[in-house]
């Protein structure tokens, strides 16, 4: 199987994209996730349209083939397995997504881990083909980021990757 995750510097995120297989692997893997998602990746009916993570954000990797696997890609993230320094194998998360709110200017991340944690938030709006990125630090005690360049009066679409939960997502309008 192929899988396309969330690749980010230091492997802080690796969250599963998509996986999917194909009659018979190449020779060499490819290594640009681009020769299969072009210039993104749409994630259908995430949120009720298509999401797009761009390319330059998407790593890829192969593993064997897990039918369940196949169904729940967004649940898992990539891993290096004991001993390897590259990603191998695919790990359910342990914790469920956190549900997500959202009050002008601030987004909501429940999160309630001991140590401060790096945020990922993917913001489409209006157009949904041009996301935006923003990084945020979480804790306990500072779960609200605030969005910057929002338009008002417009709806916006936004997933978030926290490194130790599934992909999340919120529809909001300012």
Do not use: W
């Amino acid at each position: 199987m192929n899988v396309l995750y969330l690749n980010t510097a230091n492997n802080t995120f690796n969250h599963v994209l998509a996986i999917f297989t194909r009659t018979s692997e190449p020779a060499k893997l490819e290594t640009d996730a681009s020769a299969f998602v072009g210039s993104g990746l749409v994630l259908r009916e995430y949120l009720g349209v298509p999401l797009t993570v761009p390319s330059s954000l998407i790593g890829v990797f192969s593993v064997p083939y897990e039918s369940s696997d196949l169904s729940q890609p967004r649940n898992l993230y990539a891993a290096s397995a004991t001993g390897q320094s590259g990603l191998s194998q695919l790990v359910s998360f342990s914790n469920a997504a956190p549900t997500l709110t959202f009050a002008k200017p601030a987004l909501t991340i429940p999160y309630t881990g001991a140590a401060p944690t790096p945020a990922l938030i993917l913001l489409q709006g209006p157009s949904v083909s041009t996301p935006q990125l923003q990084q945020a630090t979480i804790s306990a005690a500072a779960q609200s980021v605030d969005l910057t360049g929002l338009m008002p009066s417009t709806t916006y679409y936004c997933l978030v990757f926290v490194p130790t939960y599934p992909i999340t997502g919120i529809k909001f309008s300012t």
